[in-house]
Structure formats: structure tokens, C-alpha cells
């Protein structure tokens, strides 16, 4: 699954650029064009990198972020702030808001995407890595194969890319739509309530009887991959 990226930047033409150059480089974006919209996107699509103006209307870049380290739900997704200020001074400032990144523009989109792949590496390992693993599931990117301990686990394709998409998120909550997106695509019409029957069919596979179930269902939100209550 090619990571998602929120940019946010209210200048129309670098937009342009920039989700040319991204999307050639195999990430899908969404964009805002203010702090406040910023903030609702950042909710719903999960992203998996912010990309940050620091001057934005409504809202600055530095408190975006300070909001979004705040919330549960994205306190750890890698922040990037992209500005135009290239004092020391400033980097400081940014950095302590929370970014994991700095980036003074004009910048090249080469050196931005080496600067996202480097963030990316870091916060989240298992999108460079060809083995996925949590608790005792493993699964073999390279081999196609999943295994829970010493037994392998059969699954069909879109069950596969349903829990590898998981896997990469561990612990994080997905909602029905959000997992359509992601697993099935943007541009195919499939029901939400289908996502609940391949949960059922992961499930089975996942879990034997004497096995504790590592998909969570959070009421009125989605699923997610944890470690089950004590």
C-alpha cells in the first residue's frame, strides 16, 4: 500500500508541483489549503506523513502541529514543516512544536522526497521492511505468506492485503471507509458492510480456538490490530 500524505499549503501552484512529483514517486495525497481543514483530514484520512506550511491562513503551521501532537489520533504521525524562515531560531521553534523535520524553501523535490523516505524509515519500519510482525503474525511480504507461530495461515487475496495494511498500522483504529480506501482503492464502489464480511473471513483464519483475537472492534469506529485485553 503506497503511504498516504497530507500536504498542507495554501499556495495552489506549489500544490501542483509537489503532488506531481509525490504521486510520480508512488505516494498517493490528499491536501489542505488552511490549519483548520488541515486538522479535519488529519482525523479522517490518517495520514501517514504531514506535509506543513508554516504560514497558513486561519491557523499557523507551528500550531497545527502543536494540535496534532496533542490528539490521540495523530500524535504519531511524522510531521515535515516546510517554510520559508531559515534561521536557527526558527528550526528550534519548529522542532519543539513537534515536527520531525525541517525544510526551507526553495527546495527540490528530489531532496523532499529523500527527506520523506528518511521520516517515513524512521517512524514506521515496516513500510521499508519485507516482514511484517506483531505479536506471534508474521507475514512475508517477498514470499506472500503468513504465519501465527509455527503454523502457516491461508488467507485469500483481499484478506491479505487487509491484514498486511493492518500490520503496517498496528494499533491504530481504521474506520470502515477508511479501510475500503486503502485495501480496495479510492476509485472502486464496494459497501463498507463488505469490510466486516473479510474481517470475519480474516478472523477465522487468524485465530484458532485456543487463541487470543488480535483484531480489535471499536463500537461506531472500525478495527484495529492490538493485543488483546488482559
Given at each position: ?23 510520480r514517486?508512488?505516494f ?11 486538522l479535519m ?12 506550511d ?7 503551521g ?47 523535490p ?56 493492518l ?43 485456543d ?6 472492534t ?13
Amino acid at each position: 500500500m503506497k503511504p498516504l500524505i497530507l500536504l498542507v499549503e495554501d499556495e495552489a501552484a506549489l500544490v501542483t508541483l509537489l503532488r506531481y512529483n509525490l504521486e510520480r514517486e508512488g505516494f498517493r495525497l490528499v491536501d489542505a489549503r488552511d490549519g483548520e481543514e488541515a486538522l479535519m483530514l488529519a482525523k479522517e484520512e490518517r495520514p501517514d506523513l504531514v506535509l506543513l506550511d508554516w504560514m497558513l491562513p486561519l491557523m499557523s503551521g507551528l500550531e497545527v502541529c502543536r494540535q496534532l501532537r496533542r490528539a490521540q489520533q495523530t500524535r504519531q504521525v511524522p510531521i515535515i514543516l516546510l517554510t520559508a524562515r531559515g534561521e536557527e531560531t526558527d528550526k528550534v521553534r519548529g522542532l519543539d512544536s513537534g515536527a520531525d523535520d525541517y525544510i526551507t524553501k526553495p527546495f527540490s523535490p528530489a531532496e523532499l522526497v529523500a527527506r520523506i523516505r528518511a521520516v517515513l524509515r524512521r517512524a514506521q519500519p515496516a513500510l521499508s521492511s519485507e516482514t511484517l510482525e506483531f505479536d506471534s503474525v508474521s507475514m512475508d511480504l517477498a514470499a506472500h505468506r503468513v504465519r501465527r507461530g509455527p503454523r502457516d495461515v491461508h488467507l485469500g487475496p483481499t484478506e491479505f492485503r487487509l491484514l498486511r495494511h493492518l500490520l503496517q498500522h498496528p494499533g491504530r483504529v481504521f474506520s470502515r471507509e477508511q479501510l475500503l480506501d486503502a485495501v480496495w482503492g479510492r476509485d472502486v464502489y464496494v459497501e463498507p458492510r463488505t469490510v466486516d464480511v473479510h474481517i470475519r473471513r480474516l478472523r477465522k483464519a487468524l485465530n484458532m480456538p485456543d487463541e487470543p483475537d488480535l483484531i480489535r472492534t471499536v463500537r461506531s469506529a472500525g478495527y484495529a490490530l492490538d493485543q488483546p485485553a488482559a
